[in-house]
């Protein structure tokens, strides 16, 4: 009965792969997110889609694609990594429809690290 | 522009104390959302409180307790009697009307030592 699951929570590649990561709720919200962590533990929103629609880039360089398949999804592929991707990211939910000001709820975090 | 401050970085108590987490905000906006989320050494984001701007009332919620101050922009968290269980960083959020981001602060790493 997760709310927002995420696979896979850690992620160990090389600079220059390409790798995803996948984000599902089963909460019936309408918008998702992506928020990187960065070591400092300083968190930031990357992404925001609502019904499939992207609402929010935040100056992400364009090798991070977000993709929604449909409401309930949102996946995050990432090309040529770099050592600087090296973060946790997390996925998130909220209602909003109408508002977007709706309570977030996170997934458990992905840790990415590239060597 | 929106902005939260926590301007505690790490706070250590021994269990059984009180701790009091602050957190600063700034927005012009008139309508916004505070919230408060928990994050223990397993890593995931847990929310703990969401508070709107017109709804200055102080919350209760067990050991936990919030204190929403609009004339000084701070909605600061205590926790009482604490329990090695409340180690976790601890991070402020806002959110306003007219802007669609969750602004997070840079969170308050608390030790609790039994």
């Known amino acids: 009965d997760t709310a927002v699951s995420q696979t896979p929570k850690y992620l160990v590649t090389q600079m220059g792969n390409d790798k995803s990561i996948k984000c599902e709720q089963n909460l019936g919200h309408d918008t998702m997110y992506w928020y990187k962590q960065d070591s400092k533990k300083f968190l930031k929103i990357m992404f925001s889609y609502n019904n499939k629609e992207l609402i929010i880039n935040e100056t992400v360089p364009n090798r991070f694609s977000p993709k929604s398949p449909d409401k309930a999804h949102l996946n995050l592929h990432i090309n040529s990594l770099e050592l600087g991707d090296s973060a946790v990211y997390f996925c998130?939910?909220?209602?909003?429809?109408?508002?977007?000001?709706?309570?977030?709820?996170f997934g458990p975090g992905t840790r990415l690290t590239v060597l | 522009a929106q902005k939260v401050t926590q301007a505690q970085t790490e706070i250590s108590v021994v269990e059984k104390e009180d701790v009091t987490l602050d957190c600063v905000y700034e927005?012009?906006?008139?309508?916004?959302?505070l919230f408060w989320y928990k994050q223990p050494p397993s890593g995931e984001l847990v929310f703990l409180i969401r508070?709107?701007?017109?709804?200055?009332q102080n919350e209760i919620s067990g050991r936990y307790s919030w204190n929403f101050q609009k004339s000084t922009s701070s909605f600061n968290f205590t926790i009482t009697a604490s329990q090695v269980v409340d180690s976790a960083v601890y991070f402020c959020?806002?959110?306003?009307?007219?802007?669609?981001?969750?602004?997070f602060g840079g969170g308050t790493r608390l030790m609790v030592k039994p």
């Open positions: 998130a939910s909220s209602q909003d429809t109408g508002a977007t000001t709706d309570t977030q709820y």
């Open positions: 959020a806002l959110i306003s009307n007219a802007g669609n981001m969750l602004t």
């Open positions: 508070r709107n701007s017109f709804d200055e």
């Open positions: 927005t012009r906006d008139t309508t916004y959302y």
